[in-house]
């Protein structure tokens, strides 16, 4: 694995950690194949139940290289579609975000997917694409609306202006703001927290949140019913039942 990030896994929690720091962690081809692989390395891994995504230094992700992109394409050498970094992140074990730093363009945009966002209070948070003379992608215009609002994600993008992690927790496009010395200790506790859950678990409860969004709630609570009847089944629950009632007899 390239050195663009480095990784290990704690306690059932992968962490992948973005490590262009000399460049901010902005996103070249290398940088992009590489999260792409260990996501899917740490998907494949009977060791792993969540995935701690961070970035080294004092940013998150600057957001794309323009330079590192066009120095692909020149060597016909072609990045991760859009579609295919999404669709990581949604079929993947839940991921959680630690917005340490600059989150800029694709710093966020692609981020906006991760099941879970925390970030430093200091974060300095921007889609900034207006500003740079591009469009917003990876469907943000959709995802960002879905999570803030309208009003407020016509704001941030045609403003382009940048939020702390206090006021990103404010309008809900993060879960959590908190200190800049605390926040990969607490990223990391909640991760390990949802990591002890069991895999089935975790992958339902995950696909019934992103694709029960937008369905009518009779064909919510169908969806709901039936998977709740599953995990009647399952042993953490069959597990649970007994040791409930060995303790109340």
Excluded: C
């Amino acid at each position: 694995m390239s050195d663009v990030v480095l990784t290990e896994i704690k306690n059932r929690v992968g962490i992948i950690r973005l490590n262009r720091p000399e460049s901010l962690n902005a996103f070249n081809y290398e940088l992009s194949e590489s999260l792409y692989s260990m996501i899917e390395e740490f998907n494949s891994s009977k060791e792993v139940g969540a995935i701690l995504i961070t970035g080294n230094g004092k940013a998150f992700s600057a957001g794309a290289d323009v330079a590192g992109f066009q120095e692909s394409n020149t060597n016909k050498r072609h990045a991760r579609s859009w579609n295919e970094l999404v669709n990581l992140f949604l079929r993947s074990k839940p991921i959680i975000t630690a917005i340490n730093g600059f989150a800029v363009g694709m710093g966020i945009t692609l981020f906006l997917y991760s099941d879970l966002r925390l970030a430093s209070s200091d974060a300095k948070i921007s889609f900034r694409f207006v500003k740079i003379g591009l469009t917003p992608e990876f469907g943000s215009t959709r995802r960002l609306s879905d999570i803030v609002g309208i009003s407020r994600s016509s704001e941030l993008m045609l403003t382009g202006k940048f939020i702390n992690g206090d006021q990103a927790e404010k309008i809900g496009l993060i879960s959590r703001s908190i200190k800049s010395e605390d926040l990969f200790e607490e990223a990391f506790n909640t991760s390990q927290e949802i990591a002890k859950n069991s895999d089935w678990h975790n992958r339902v409860i995950k696909d019934m949140i992103f694709n029960n969004y937008r369905k009518d709630y009779d064909d919510v609570f169908a969806i709901e019913n039936e998977i709740f009847t599953k995990s009647r089944q399952t042993k953490e629950h069959k597990d649970f039942v007994k040791k409930f009632m060995e303790e109340n007899k």
